[in-house]
């Protein structure tokens, strides 16, 4: 079963332009949501991360939007740059243990 | 800045052997964890482990596998009979506590099974 589906699998943005990537979640036990960069040949590494008693959190470029309804929540990349470009992984976990349950991945490319 | 840190970066071990990762985990972290990456797949946990003894771990991380916090800073995941689908990139993360905490990762260990 998978926990967390994410998507689009890739993603071509103009310098500038705005990045937004997808996740939704099956279990609502869920209650931490982290997003995580990863450039090749490096360990993710955490950018920006949600509590589900919040809708919204923004953090420079980067927003989280959240919405428990709906069992989703996304990343937006504003004004992205060619040096965002990498793989972005959304993940979530749940108490009382911390595994994190990461998506696909999304490989997002920034054009010049 | 504290990091994780893992060795070697890269290893290369014959089907049937025996291979050790290390990690290094921050200095004042509590939880420990391997996580592994399939080329071109994602990031799928394979333990975590806690006051010395594992705390979860997920049904990839069978007999085959062991994982032993040898001294006060190394935190090591033993591969006792390597397979071919063992191939992957592996993961060591630590966090300060559970439920909302950070992992941080480290830079992984590629282990390529001939």
């Known amino acids: 079963q998978q926990q967390v589906k994410q998507s689009p699998q890739s993603l071509i943005v103009q310098k500038g332009g705005i990045s937004i990537i997808n996740c939704a979640y099956e279990?609502?036990?869920?209650?931490?949501f982290p997003w995580y960069q990863q450039f090749p040949g490096k360990g993710p590494a955490l950018l920006i991360a949600?509590?589900?008693?919040?809708s919204e959190k923004k953090e420079g470029r980067f927003t989280i939007s959240f919405n428990k309804s709906a069992k989703q929540f996304s990343l937006h990349i504003m004004d992205s740059q060619p040096g965002d470009s990498a793989t972005y992984f959304c993940?979530?976990?749940?108490?009382?243990?911390?595994?994190?349950?990461f998506g696909t991945g999304t490989s997002l490319t920034v054009i010049p | 800045e504290p990091e994780v840190t893992q060795t070697p970066s890269h290893q290369v071990t014959q089907m049937g052997q025996e291979v050790i990762l290390r990690c290094v985990p921050i200095s004042n972290h509590l939880y420990f964890y391997w996580y592994r990456q399939i080329l071109g797949q994602k990031v799928e946990f394979l333990v975590s482990?806690?006051?010395?003894?594992?705390?979860?771990k997920s049904e990839i991380f069978d007999d085959q596998f062991s994982v032993e916090r040898p001294d006060g800073s190394n935190f090591t995941l033993k591969i006792r009979s390597t397979k071919l689908e063992d191939s992957a990139m592996y993961f060591c993360?630590?966090?300060?506590?559970?439920?909302?905490?950070?992992?941080?990762f480290g830079p992984g260990t590629r282990l390529t099974v001939t």
């Open positions: 482990f806690y006051n010395n003894e594992i705390s979860e």
């Open positions: 993360a630590s966090s300060w506590g559970t439920s909302g905490y950070e992992q941080y």
């Open positions: 993940a979530a976990s749940n108490p009382p243990g911390n595994q994190f349950y």
């Open positions: 279990n609502t036990a869920f209650d931490y």
């Open positions: 949600i509590r589900p008693d919040v």
